[in-house]
């Protein structure tokens, strides 16, 4: 009998370990660390770049800090291209990707997406000499796009369904496909109209022009987490909620983008 009464509080113990690890979450693991290590891409202003100094700068960078107040931890921004923001949280290496990211199922069959936190209108970028006026004018010419992108996957499918001459190309950075259509080795490419504004803006590269929309979808993007962290995906849905809510997402629209920030409420849809 005592030897019974030993084995019930051993397995009592157990249990109540086994529910508290069961219990412990990724939001807490970052509580716990100090840390919140987001994954921002730095080649996409002004959503993220790299100022004079050599430090990470934009709407996402802010975005990030913003979110690690909150949780009371320090901010760390892991840069990472658009091709490696979910194998970089499903590697670990980051906690949370803060990169502009596209809403779409099948990344969600990987990573756990929020309600959208900023959405975009895409322009068509081209040169001043190719002749281009509007989208359709990108039959039979060029393309290209970086890899990964919400434009990239748009473009490049409506270029299979031309059939025509075209040809697209997938670069590894929003500057490669931007310089190769300033260098001519593309004749267009899709990018957000935040990038078309802080590339003609910036004056890096002449020659270049926006010569209207693209006619995709309003792309609307989130912040993304491990599929299974349930505790964070809905701290992080009520944090972007805040920050609309409170003004500060209008504060980093004025800041960054400038004008009245996009509408984050989707037509017909319940948030």
């Not at 934009?58 to 107040?69: E, I, P, Q, T």
């Not at 803006?201 to 912040?223: E, H």
Request: with cysteine; hydrophobic share 40%; proline share 4%.
């Amino acid at each position: 009998m005592k030897f019974s009464r030993i084995a019930v509080a051993l397995t009592a113990v157990a249990s109540t370990f086994l529910v508290g690890q069961a219990q412990a979450d990724k939001l807490d693991d970052i509580i716990e660390s100090g840390k919140l290590r987001c994954a921002v891409t730095l080649d996409f202003p002004p959503m993220g770049s790299r100022d004079a100094q050599n430090n990470p700068v934009g709407f996402d960078v802010d975005y990030c800090n913003d979110l690690a107040k909150v949780l009371g931890v320090t901010a760390e921004v892991v840069e990472t291209p658009f091709p490696d923001r979910i194998p970089a949280l499903v590697s670990g290496r980051a906690d949370v990707i803060v990169a502009s990211t596209s809403d779409t199922l099948e990344r969600a069959k990987t990573v756990a997406m929020t309600i959208p936190y900023f959405a975009f209108q895409m322009v068509v970028l081209t040169r001043e000499d190719t002749g281009i006026t509007k989208y359709d004018d990108l039959k039979d010419r060029p393309v290209g796009n970086t890899s990964g992108t919400y434009e990239a996957i748009a473009l490049e499918k409506d270029v299979k369904k031309w059939a025509g001459k075209g040809s697209f190309r997938a670069y590894q950075s929003q500057n490669d496909t931007i310089l190769a259509v300033a260098q001519g080795h593309i004749d267009a490419t899709v990018v957000t109209n935040t990038v078309a504004a802080s590339t003609l803006k910036s004056g890096k590269y002449k020659g270049l022009k926006v010569v209207g929309n693209a006619p995709y979808v309003i792309d609307y993007v989130s912040l993304a987490a491990a599929r299974n962290e349930y505790g964070l995906i809905h701290y992080l849905n009520l944090f972007v909620n805040q920050q609309v809510r409170t003004g500060r997402y209008a504060e980093l629209y004025e800041k960054w983008v400038g004008g009245a920030p996009v509408d984050l409420t989707v037509p017909n849809v319940y948030y």
